[in-house]
């Protein structure tokens, strides 16, 4: 049983405690797969990724994909057709409902998906707000626009009086 520490973390940052939670929510679902279906996790661009998904035998209306507070999943359930029976020497291509689930990042957003050769791709990428985004403070050398800070406070004050 793998268990991390986090008191360290604790100890010397204030609102992290989240991470902890996801790390622990990340170890419980991969414990709870299979690891059915296999997929791939590409990094494009620096903010663009895609999820690719080996989903052979299913059509689209067999797959359904969800986001919902940074968690994406993506499930497939196999409509039951009538099955002719089948004596099968080696059955290698599963044909098994499945639902499996990642954890976005911050700001992250699905672009797209699209199914194409029995591969289901699902893009993604990472959008900052424009509010988050680092600003660059232009620095004035005009001596006449240098504000005093007694002077701002200076009617709030005689009004007090």
Do not use: C
Request: proline content about 4%; overall charge negative.
């Amino acid at each position: 049983m793998n268990t991390l520490d986090f008191s360290p973390l604790y100890r010397t940052t204030i609102g992290f405690d989240h991470v902890s939670n996801l790390l622990n929510a990340v170890n419980r679902t991969d414990k709870n797969t299979n690891g059915y279906p296999h997929y791939n996790i590409e990094l494009f661009d620096t903010d663009q990724y895609r999820i690719t998904m080996a989903v052979a035998g299913f059509i689209e209306s067999e797959l359904d994909i969800e986001t919902e507070k940074q968690l994406l999943t993506v499930k497939g359930n196999r409509q039951s057709p009538e099955e002719i029976a089948r004596n099968y020497l080696h059955q290698g291509i599963a044909a098994r409902n499945f639902e499996r689930r990642f954890q976005l990042a911050d700001h992250v957003k699905v672009i797209q998906a699209h199914l194409e050769n029995g591969l289901l791709h699902i893009d993604l990428a990472r959008e900052i707000p424009e509010a988050m985004k680092p600003k660059s403070i232009p620095i004035e050398t005009n001596k006449s626009k240098v504000i005093d800070i007694n002077t701002v406070n200076a009617p709030e004050q005689q009004d007090a009086a």
